[in-house]
Structure formats: structure tokens, C-alpha cells
């Protein structure tokens, strides 16, 4: 998609407004999303990527603490061991929080990879005027969109939007703006 | 708790929270980044257990467990697929392929475990 926002880059303003249709016009305006977001995608990994280094830090630590404890002569261990133990359980339980909250980050990066690829291939879908005609085609897209949607919450927005669109002819913007249910876990299957 | 885990997935931080987990419980884990890697790496190192994502590039999660089951010594092996996917046909080839469990991203720690150490009786 970057190749229909370079084709008009550097061109004069004549020559631009020669090449004007809507369709470019709208497919730059895609891929200026999708830049946005790919530059913010790419800031936070940096940041996330920062913030485990530093967490991996605190795991070693903790554990080292842990080891040093149990090697405690056992007068000591009996007067300041049971403090210190507690103390390790605690920052445990802290990190087991942690390993799951790292988790969503990595759920969201897929997810906004997901909406990425949405976009590009709208912008792509959209310069095809016969394409843009055609509702087949339409249904072709959001197929390949449905596909692309992997998750269970991005299965249900993308559920939730569909049936919106075909009882009211809009997205539903107020039914997707729900209460955050908390952290949940995923669910263990043994087949 | 004793025993190797390879541990595949191309996300580094979910390499990396697996590898907390599991070595917090006394497990050595061995890492991948997909699966033509993580083929390699069974090969030539023995795992008792495998915990794979499904989307990875090179080889997908669901091929390298059914290539991995075509091999003598991981005919028996217990391998469990940790991905975001939840659909149930996306399941339904993972037991296919000889997956042993399913587990939907984000893992419990404390739930990843229990499950291990169940597969691995």
C-alpha cells in the first residue's frame, strides 16, 4: 500500500490533482493509518522489550534471594527466614501477575498486526474501482478479513459489527464500548 | 519438577515469560524461535515435553507437532499447542496432528504448570 502514498510523493501540485480519484485519495489515507500505527507498534515494543529486561532482572533477583535464604544457617532461618520467605512468596505472586499482563501486550501487537492488514488490503481493494462495484467482491473481503480475525475477542467485534451493520446499518459503537471484564485467562483443553 | 521443555514460539517475550515459568519450577527449557528451529533443536536434543505456538513463519506450530510425531522418539512425547487462537476448528486440527492439549494465550502460571506436570505422569 506504501507504493499508492510514494506515487504521488515529490509530484507538483498540478500534477498531483491530475492524478486525483477518491480511491487514491482513500488509499493514502489508509496507509497514513496504517504508518501511524506501525510507528506506535514499533515505540512500544521498545518500551515492552525495556520493561522485561528489567523484569528478568527482578526474576533473577528474587530467586537469588530465594537460594541464599535456604542456605541460611538455621538459628537464623528460624528467627528471619519465615519473614524473608514471605517476602519471596509475595514478590512471586506479584510476578505471576506480571507474566500474564506481558502476555496481553503480546495478544495486543497481534491484534493491531491483524488491523494492519486490514487496512492494506482495503487500500488495495479500494483503487480497484471495479472491484469497489462488485458486492461479491465486498463479500470476498470480509471473508478474508473473517479469516484473519483469530482471536476469541476479535471474533466477537468482528460478530458484533456484522449483525450491528445488519439490523441498524451502522457499526455499534456503544455495544462494543463495554466494561473491561478484568484479566482473564485463556482456557486448557487435553484432547 | 525435573525434565527438558522445548519451548517455541516467534514472540521473544512470550519465549521469555514460558522460560520464567517453567525454570522457576525446577524445568530446563530449551527455546525456538518457529518451527523449522524448533525440528532442528528436537533432534538433536531430547525433549521430554513440547509447548508450541500455531503461527510462527518457516513452519507453522500444528506442522512441526505432526512432523515431530512422524519421529520414532517423539512418538510419545507430550506436546501442547499455547496460542491466542480459541476457534474450534483450529483445535480440532491440532488434535489432529497429534497435539496433546490445547492452551489459549495468556497462560496462568500456576495453571501451566499443573498442566505440564499432569502430561508428563
Redesign the interface.
Known sequence: MSATVESTKGASPAAAAAGFTPELQMANMLGLCEAQMESAIQDSDKA??AL?QAF?CL?DTS?SVNALTAQLPVEIRETVGAGLNQQVEAI?KQ??SA??A??????L??RLGHVRYSLSTLALFVCDRAQTTSPDQWRRLLNTLRRLY???EE?QIFQSVMEGIAEEGTVPIAALKEEPAGVQ??????? | MSGVILAVDDSASMRQMVRFTLEGAGYKVIQANDGVEALELAKTSGADLVLTDVNMPRMDGLTLVRELRALDSYKYVPMLVLTTESGQDTKMRGKQAGATGWIVKPFNPEQLLATIARVLQ
Open positions: 515492552v522489550d522485561i528478568t526474576v530467586r512471586s510476578m505471576a507474566v500474564v506481558f502476555q496481553f501486550y503480546d495478544k501487537s497481534q483469530r482471536t476469541e471474533r485467562v485463556g482456557e486448557i483443553e487435553l484432547f
